[in-house]
T-cell receptor, first 111, second 115 residues
């Protein structure tokens, strides 16, 4: 079973920041937080991941709370093409543990 | 383009039949994963191979089997097909098996329709 909790859906105005929350209160010290998204029926796409520190790349920023029990994915300037299901996943860093996808958050970016 | 290639893109078959889905991982990736996505079940992990050996097993039915060949491509065999097997089947690959925060790259999937 997925070890994360996400809101089922969110709306965001085009051009505004989209902040997607994720609760992972049972995360252990050796587990990463991953974010993936799936646009319509395409294959899921990697966005970002982190262990303790906040991370930023060309797609998004990941803010992890100090106790690591929750995180927020930030899309700084959402576009219509960011409409997708966003999955927050925790996974052990030791490898050979497959990523378990929950139901994710369906983000709708509105013009 | 993720670099993971899946064929065929679409497959229509009848109940009771057997089909084979094929996946070529990204160049250099040793680990291959299969996922099934149906409308009511979401994205479900089926099985993982690493360098030809099975490494992890999820909710894969006994009617389903998979293997990874020496050239690292993988095949998922589905037999005695039922209507409920209709789904999107995704293959994904990673370099060594998600060690230390590796990324998982997904193919574009095979849409299986069992009539």
């Amino acid at each position: 079973d997925a070890k994360t909790t996400q809101p089922p859906s969110m709306d965001c105005a085009e051009g505004r920041a989209a902040n997607l929350p994720c609760n992972h209160s049972t995360i252990s010290g050796n587990e990463y937080v991953y974010w993936y998204r799936q646009i319509h029926s395409q294959g899921p796409q990697y966005i970002i991941h982190g262990l303790k520190n906040n991370e930023t790349n060309e797609m998004a920023s990941l803010i992890i709370t100090e106790d690591r029990k929750s995180s927020t994915l930030i899309l700084p300037h959402a576009t219509l093409r960011d409409t997708a299901v966003y999955y927050c996943i925790v996974s052990a860093r030791s490898g050979n543990t497959p990523l378990v996808f929950g139901k994710g958050t369906r983000l709708s970016v509105i013009a | 383009d993720s670099g993971v290639t899946q064929t065929p893109k679409h497959l229509i078959t009848a109940t009771g039949q057997r089909v084979t889905l094929r996946c070529s991982p990204r160049s250099g990736d040793l680990s291959v994963y299969w996922y099934q996505q149906s409308l009511d079940q979401g994205l479900q992990f089926l099985i993982q191979y690493y360098n030809g050996e099975e490494r992890a097993k999820g909710n894969i039915l006994e009617r389903f089997s998979a293997q990874q060949f020496p050239d690292l491509h993988s095949e998922l065999n589905l037999s005695s097909l039922e209507l409920g097997d209709s789904a999107l089947y995704f293959c994904a690959s990673s370099a060594r098996g998600l060690l230390k925060g590796e990324k998982l790259f997904f193919g574009s999937g095979t849409q299986l329709s069992v009539l």
